[in-house]
């Protein structure tokens, strides 16, 4: 029986989505392998193909659970992952100023990362227990809010400014696809101008106050702090059309363009392939828009439906907000675009997203028989 569910899972998986994932993955190893040409290739070319191979396996594993049981563990699993995030910052290890990570013998792993998909699962749950479909009011936001800010904070505290604006940014997505009461959006959008100057002053880190500084004039930092949004725009710029051609970019092979594998793999991509290049990268995470939104907008049932779209949103909302830092558009957050740059956790999280994606997109076909 469970060898006839697993076929029927099989054949109705979503191919396409599979494939763009897989469009992605494979012009961000080309583009690895090109910003690491000239530094120690097998230190990160050869690291990142093993966590493709478990990356993989695990969202085929995924594909194939059925999503629906999350939803029993998605409180234990959410404060499970807010214990360690508060072991991180009493225990975690420290690494060029950040204590984002807990080591457990040779393995260490990042647990803001995995709430990523902690947050998602637990809102999908509240709102597939608590909500009748009426726009939200303030008591019904309450504790919603509580496990979107909880996490913020602590992973702000270690510092890690990026991770925390996506998982917040994630959390407060799905409450505006749920429905908030409008007065309340106003209201909200009031407090947070008003609360500004407030994490200005006590929550921001000198070295995030820079970033945001520097984001407003890049200039006057040239040498600086605004070396690396500089070099990002002068590499994208310098790819005009159809790009200076692969392994020919010369700002990250002359070691002009900082971390051109990790939060600037995207400006090294857009010198060698140019607008044209570029341009289909960005479809590509256009078309995992469109059908991880499809997805969730035909979900059958609503853990599903919050559960598609939060993947989806994380995904895109991640991507976006990288992007946006490395031509210039918001301020250098260290974020990877996702399923691109070189990274282990980020790379291993978003696989763990794609693979309960595709098996909620399978269970449309088949939900009725189970």
């Known amino acids: 029986m469970k060898t006839g569910h697993d076929r029927k899972l099989l054949a109705h998986i ?41 990356g993989v396996l695990i969202a085929f594993i995924l594909s194939l659970i059925d999503y629906r049981i999350y939803e029993r563990f998605s409180d234990i699993f959410f404060w499970s992952l807010v214990v360690c995030l508060i072991l991180v910052l009493a225990i975690g290890r420290v690494s060029q100023g950040a204590q984002r990570w807990i080591q457990l013998g040779p393995i260490a792993f990042q647990p803001s990362e995995i709430m990523k998909i902690g947050v ?13 479909g009426r ?40 409450l505006l696809f749920v429905g908030v009461k409008k007065r309340i959006i106003i209201v909200a959008a009031f407090l947070v101008a008003s609360f500004i100057p407030v994490a200005w002053q006590f929550l921001l880190h000198d070295y995030q106050k820079d970033r945001v500084i520097t984001f407003l004039n890049p200039e006057k930092f040239p040498l600086g702090k605004g070396y690396q949004v500089i070099q990002s725009r002068i590499a994208i710029g310098s790819g005009e059309l159809a790009g200076k051609g692969y392994l020919k970019g010369t700002q990250s092979k002359l070691q002009f363009l900082p971390k051109q594998h990790t939060d600037f793999a995207f400006s090294n991509f857009a010198e060698e392939f140019g607008f044209i290049g570029s341009t289909i990268l960005l479809a590509l995470y256009a078309s995992v828009g469109v059908l991880g939104f499809n997805i969730a907008l035909t979900a059958r049932d609503s853990f599903g439906m919050y559960l598609a779209f939060g993947l989806t949103a994380k995904l895109i909302s991640q991507a976006v907000i ?5 031509i210039g558009l918001l301020p250098v ?32 076909f088949i939900f009725k028989s189970d």
Not at 148 to 158: A, D, E, G, R, S
Not at 159 to 171: A, I, K, M, S
Not at 336 to 356: D, E, K, R
Request: with cysteine.
């Open 135 to 174: 726009r939200l009011g303030v008591l019904d936001l309450f504790i919603p809010l509580l496990y979107c800010v909880v996490p913020f904070i602590l992973i702000l505290k270690q510092p890690d400014l990026g991770t925390g604006l996506v998982v917040l940014g994630t959390g407060l997505s799905i």
């Open 333 to 364: 957050v260290g974020i990877t675009l996702p399923l691109f740059s070189y990274g282990g956790s980020s790379f291993l999280t978003t696989l763990m997203g794609v693979g309960i994606l595709l098996n909620i997109s399978s269970k449309r």
């Open 120 to 132: 998602i699962l637990v809102l999908g749950r509240h709102f597939q227990k608590h909500h009748d």
């Open 14 to 54: 979503d191919w396409q989505l599979a494939g763009v994932i897989l469009a992605i993955i494979t012009l961000g190893l080309l583009n690895l392998y090109s910003s690491t040409y000239n530094l120690v290739i097998a230190k990160y070319f050869g690291v990142q193909m093993v966590w493709l191979v478990v």
């Open 322 to 326: 990288n992007l946006g830092m490395e």
